[in-house]
């Protein structure tokens, strides 16, 4: 059944978009580079276009590093330099130990104290300085090497004209930890990336593990006693299973994200492919997206975005394929427990005998209160399966008749690098696979691909752990049963595993297939190669495309399962739009219709359950509803409800914020599948079930009250239209933010919050861009940054692809040589 859709009008500011992208796309060549032999500058030079977008020209990757770093740290320093601190287990000395660190994927973080005892670890055991050693793909290839001797060249380079002092970005001026870098500071930083999959559950519990009755620690002058591991009471495996399940189904919702679709030859409408882009990344600190245009002549012509600080570019496009990421369903880290002695709980069983837990002492600086320096030394135990943790995410693990140890797929994963180094040369899917398969570095993410030939790819060809469905049988303890196999009934929570450790026959076994030790073959793991589509927004692979579903191991994500509101309204939306059953002119995607994909913010939860509430509002006695002994006089929100026809989170939206208080309170904090559907869940129908909101269910009732009740409390007008709660504020000005939370269903996802005290937006649509191409020609691409290229508030665009994206605008982008001398706002850097 077709959807209703707003009607085909298309904002002015994308038909503009569009319509300067057709004509520019008339003109010029791929990039050739200014020199007369096509070899590329001799120096390094960086051509700055609209909205301060580097476009990037070199003869040879170190040149193409050094601009890259160059440009990056004129746009972002003091992120970039906190980001070393942090990996330099340095924020304790500089900052002091109890403020707030965030090493993995959310912002929450851990305490500066925890993230210097875990990086400070990394750097005792050489991890980093042993993967460098060793040849690719397990170290760097040559071009990454070349490429990050220079972007340390381009940092420091930077740094050394301005000094400390002279940084604009008031957040590090003068700032002591301001310092040049080196390359091992750059490596840290890119491996710090490829493990934080695993970094937010489970550093805690690593850097506070302690046998019964001691203390982790050796508490620092002038501090309270560390905290004691005592005796507790184990929880039941049900138990335990639960709470992590639930926990690690919240820090799901409240970190990172993304939709990704490639569109086919049999999608699109006036070429040959196109690529949607849209992952969902914090809107401050270290994971930060930075767009940058990179090329060498004869080897390289890619643009798009990466973290950072990472000299390439991780989500973008070349001439022939543009591909993005989107957040996978894998957990890139395995459990094993491990049974104790009870006399002596550092000694562990293993195939009948005892063996000692590794002991290490590890210690950082801190700054007391008063500004002197202490130092805190923290005993952290391993086996031979990894580090001891006793919680994940927030969760006790008791170590008391057994711990649990934890194997990080990633922690001997700098691959990644050599991924990203060979997506960005691929001529088309098959290489994108190729790169995939044969580095398998990819850390935690699926990638979708489309290229010039036609062809959408969807592949889920990542670090995995070797864990065959056979194995997981054998080996999973109780809890792990629990986690592993039912974490079904929450969609998008990723299948963990926790083995039985007192055999050894449990460890991950090598496959002769992997790239190392421990890895699932890349041959078991899915992918998908379509001409109509294929997408994802962070379910598991199963249905990448509904006509074609995908088996796979079940530690990489479940199947027969409901899906996410945001897969049911991918899916939808690609389908309607190829069916021409939307409401829109014509069949398949153009650069129009892929724009109103995410900027019609469009609510797949209001599609599904919005008429059923407001009979449900219709419906009450004088409209009253009880709350908590209150009665709440519902009726005003009735008409308010009912005039929202267009289901959108646009900013100018009236009922979109009652609507979401609603469904907040609706879901508390349980999978869709759970709530009063009329039509359950089906596997055979995932996309259209569960469906039917039954009006007459108590919860309904309750639910509306109390989202009336917090809204009115709160003073905020049940009609308030949407900009006047989601903003942020940028040199005082207030600028609206579309989109909303990815329960809703909304594709445009945004997770507002508070940042400084003021309202922001802690994590959502960050880099978006989408791609067409054509038989022949340069790609055609639209884009916008949607937190602009720089956090220094001084910076002409801190907050000038932030207006662009509030008013749903697109960057028209400047691919070819003729296009980047063509732009009005040239200005022209060289690095002599």
Excluded at 26 to 49: Q, V
Excluded at 178 to 187: Q, W
Excluded at 517 to 525: C, S, V
Aim: some cysteine; overall charge negative; charged content about 20%.
């Amino acid at each position: 059944m077709a959807r209703r859709r707003r009607g085909a009008r298309l904002p002015v500011v994308v038909a503009a978009a569009v319509a300067v992208m057709s004509t520019m796309a008339a003109t010029g060549s791929p990039a050739t580079g200014p020199a007369a032999d096509g070899r590329g500058p001799d120096k390094p030079t960086i051509r700055y276009t609209e909205y301060g977008i580097p476009h990037i020209i070199a003869s040879n990757w170190e040149g193409l590093g050094t601009g890259y770093g160059y440009a990056a740290a004129k746009d972002n320093i003091c992120t970039l330099a906190d980001t070393y601190l942090m990996v330099d287990a340095q924020r304790s000395r500089y900052l002091g130990p109890d403020g707030r660190a965030s090493p993995g994927q959310s912002q929450n973080g851990t305490s500066n104290l925890n993230s210097d005892l875990y990086f400070q670890r990394i750097k005792d055991n050489r991890v980093v300085e042993r993967l460098l050693d060793q040849p690719a793909p397990n170290g760097p290839e040559p071009e990454v090497k070349e490429a990050i001797r220079g972007y340390v060249q381009g940092y420091n380079r930077y740094l050394a004209e301005t000094g400390a002092n002279g940084i604009t970005d008031p957040a590090c001026r003068g700032a002591a930890w301001v310092r040049p870098i080196t390359e091992l500071d750059v490596y840290r930083h890119a491996h710090a990336e490829i493990i934080m999959g695993s970094a937010d559950p489970l550093l805690d519990g690593q850097v506070n593990a302690a046998p019964p009755g001691a203390s982790a620690s050796a508490a620092r002058p002038g501090s309270a006693p560390a905290p004691t591991s005592a005796p507790e009471p184990s929880p039941s495996p049900e138990e335990t299973a639960a709470r992590i399940r639930e926990a690690m189904a919240v820090s799901r919702e409240q970190s990172m994200g993304s939709n990704a679709l490639a569109v086919g030859s049999q999608g699109v409408s006036g070429g040959t492919s196109m690529m949607l882009a849209n992952p969902h990344f914090p809107w401050q600190g270290k994971n930060r997206m930075w767009q940058s245009h990179l090329t060498i002549p004869g080897k390289l012509n890619v643009s798009g975005a990466s973290l950072l600080g990472l000299p390439a570019v991780n989500i973008g496009y070349n001439n022939d394929v543009a591909w993005s990421h989107t957040v996978a369903t894998v957990a890139p880290f395995g459990l094993f427990d491990v049974q104790v002695d009870p006399f002596d709980p550092t000694k562990y069983l293993v195939d009948g005998a005892w063996e000692r837990m590794t002991s290490q002492q590890v210690g950082v600086d801190v700054r007391n209160a008063d500004g002197s320096l202490g130092r805190v030394t923290r005993t952290l135990w391993s086996t031979r399966y990894g580090p001891i943790t006793t919680s994940m995410q927030g969760q006790p693990l008791p170590w008391v008749v057994s711990a649990h140890a934890v194997r990080d797929v990633n922690m001997d994963n700098l691959r990644a690098l050599n991924t990203w180094f060979r997506l960005d040369q691929a001529k088309d899917v098959d290489e994108v696979v190729s790169a995939l398969e044969t580095t398998q570095g990819v850390p935690f993410f699926n990638t979708v691909a489309s290229d010039r030939g036609g062809k959408a790819l969807y592949a889920d060809i990542q670090a995995t752990p070797n864990i065959t469905d056979e194995h997981a049988r054998s080996c999973l303890t109780l809890t792990g049963q629990l986690l592993f196999n039912q974490s079904l009934r929450l969609p998008n929570v990723p299948p963990i595993s926790i083995f039985d450790g007192k055999r050894s026959e449990c460890d991950w076994p090598d496959d002769p297939n992997a790239v190392a030790p421990g890895l699932l073959d890349p041959r078991k793991q899915p992918r998908l190669i379509r001409s109509d589509f294929v997408g994802n927004a962070n379910d598991s692979a199963w249905l990448a495309n509904p006509e074609q579903p995908l088996s796979f191991p079940r530690v990489m994500g479940d199947t027969g399962a409901p899906r996410s509101l945001r897969t049911q309204e991918l899916i939808l939306t690609a389908q309607n739009r190829i069916n021409g059953t939307d409401g829109l002119p014509g069949r398949g995607f153009t650069p129009e219709t892929m724009g109103r994909l995410l900027f019609a913010d469009n609510s797949r939860a209001a599609d599904l359950a919005l008429n059923a509430t407001v009979a449900m509002c219709r419906s009450r006695p004088f409209g009253l509803i009880l709350v908590d002994g209150n009665l709440v006089n519902v009726s005003e929100a009735c008409p308010i409800l009912a005039a929202w026809t267009d289901h959108d989170y646009t900013s100018s939206s009236r009922g979109s914020l009652l609507f979401a208080n609603y469904w907040y309170f609706l879901l508390g904090g349980q999978g869709i599948e759970k709530l009063p559907w009329r039509v359950p869940f089906d596997p055979k129908d995932p996309v259209h079930t569960p469906n039917s909101l039954d009006p007459d269910h108590s919860s309904v009732r309750d639910a509306f009250g109390r989202a009336v009740f917090a809204m009115r409390k709160a003073g905020i007008a049940l009609n308030a239209p949407l900009s006047d709660v989601q903003k942020v504020t940028r040199g005082g000005e207030q600028i609206p933010i579309h989109g909303s939370i990815g329960q809703l269903g909304v594709l445009n996802v945004i997770t507002p919050g508070q940042v400084d005290g003021k309202p922001d937006v802690v994590f959502g649509s960050s880099f978006v861009q989408q791609v067409r191409f054509t038989a022949d020609g340069p790609p055609q691409a639209l884009s916008v940054l949607a937190y602009s290229q720089s956090a220094d508030p001084s910076s002409p665009h801190h907050c000038d692809q932030t207006k662009l994206f509030s008013a749903g605008g697109w960057v028209t982008e400047r691919f070819t040589e003729d296009l980047i001398a063509a732009s009005p706002a040239l200005r022209v850097v060289v690095l002599d």
